[in-house]
């Protein structure tokens, strides 16, 4: 093979991203001509409209037109985030490598030096454009007024400052990528805030029958990781859940033991359901499971029925 298309949305984090793939390749196979082809996404079209809204009317927001592309063979393999990736993917598209998991917390910027939440001010404003942080944040700050917010990450960090919010939540794991960890204020451990399923690793799409591909990008497999975020997924498959409700899960594997943790509730933040497992390691997967068993058990499902009305 002498030559790899990668299929890319245009935002800055989702180039660095693919860069770094890009240069991943490089590194194992230097006579590999590797380029990048930019994809305007749906979501990235919709700038202004609701996230929430917008999931309930189209799933794959971030990643349709990108998969279109790989269908038609003008791209070899496609880079995501994987919390933007649909747990029923295209079936002759299948996720053929899952790299090292960045760090999955969420990160709180604010102009005030705090050293965590308790520390913004009374009544303070935070801007977020996810349910599940939104709920999470009213749970351990009810007085918190939390608004609405949109763009990539160059674009709320410069929301911050034109509209004076005393904080905005973002990922950890895109700062990092794009070396603005100096902005973080403070970072919610897993237990305050679970993250969304995914979050901080990235997903390399390919065709199902390109075994040429799959084999290229296979050493850029990380199993612990892998194994964690599969978990994650299919407890969000088994409940059928998506971006109208607030839930989040997270899976870790390391030489020790299993760990699986997920909550789910409504989008005012009541009935809440939440779980944390333990297991031997190698068992995020057998966590998930009975971890999705015991949300069905608490209604879960009717909370997600509830909020698709």
Known sequence: MKSVVIGSRGS???????????????????????????????GDKMTTASLVRLAGESKGLFVK?????????SVDLAVHSLKDVPTELPSDLMLGMIPEREDPRDALISPHRVKSI????????????????RVQLKKRRPDLNI???????????????????????LATAGLRRMGLSRHIAYRFSIEEMVPAIGQG??????????????????????????????????????????CQVPMGAHAEETAEQSTFRAFICDPDGN?????????????????????????MKKGAVAILREAEV
């Open 12 to 42: 800055k984090l989702a180039l660095t991203q693919s860069n770094w793939i890009a240069d991943e390749l490089r590194r194992l196979y230097p006579s590999l001509d590797v380029s990048i082809k930019v994809i305007k996404t749906l």
């Open 65 to 73: 037109e990108i998969e279109e592309a790989l269908l038609d063979g």
């Open 118 to 133: 308790d520390d913004l001010p009374k009544e303070g404003v935070v801007g977020t454009s996810s349910l599940r942080r």
């Open 147 to 169: 608004v609405e917010l949109r763009g990539n990450v160059d674009t709320r960090l410069r929301k911050l400052k034109e509209q004076k919010l005393d904080g905005v939540v």
């Open 201 to 242: 690793a990235l997903a390399i799409e390919v065709r199902r029958g390109d075994s040429d591909i799959r084999e290229l990008i296979d050493p850029l497999n990380h199993e612990a990781t892998r194994l964690a975020v599969l978990a994650e997924r299919h407890f969000l498959e088994a409940l059928g859940g998506g």
């Open 271 to 295: 009935n809440l359901v939440a779980q944390e497992l333990t297991g031997e390691p190698g068992e995020a997967m057998r966590l998930a499971r009975e971890s999705a068993e015991y949300f």
